[in-house]
């Protein structure tokens, strides 16, 4: 049973940084890339990051270019997101995901086959 759990949100000051981190166990966590998607309410998911498999390529949002630094470690089975200068357009449910490495279009909802729970991320002006 494939299992992705997000933590590290909370509520912080706009300017202010979270390091949220998603812990996948029952897949090869090598074998997939891994994104993170937000969701704010009455909005559709967004793609906000995503990495391949090796760590070697990164994929970010416009929105958070320049802001924020996904990251992944294999032996930890563990992906983060480093988000730092947040802004209050930055409040939304962020949920980690697990697509085939294969996966051409990693800023699609589509491409991903295991969804976390997600973690709330609150931004106060």
């Known amino acids: 049973q494939v299992q992705l759990v997000e933590s590290g949100g909370g509520l912080v000051q706009a300017g202010g940084s979270l390091r949220l981190s998603c812990a996948a166990s029952?897949?090869?966590?090598?074998?997939?890339?891994m994104g993170w998607f937000r969701q704010a309410p009455g909005k559709e998911r967004e793609f906000v990051a995503a990495?391949?498999?090796?760590?070697?390529?990164?994929y970010y949002a416009d929105p958070v270019k320049g802001r924020f630094t996904i990251s992944r470690d294999n032996a930890k089975n563990t992906v983060y997101l480093q988000m730092n200068s947040l802004k209050p357009e930055d409040t939304a449910v962020y949920y980690c995901?697990?697509?085939?490495?294969?996966?051409?279009?990693?800023?699609?909802?589509?491409?991903?086959?295991?969804w976390g729970q997600g973690t709330q991320v609150t931004v106060s002006s």
């Open positions: 995901a697990a697509a085939w490495a294969q996966a051409m279009r990693v800023s699609s909802v589509y491409e991903y086959d295991y």
């Open positions: 029952g897949l090869t966590f090598s074998r997939y890339a």
């Open positions: 990495i391949r498999w090796s760590g070697s390529s990164t």
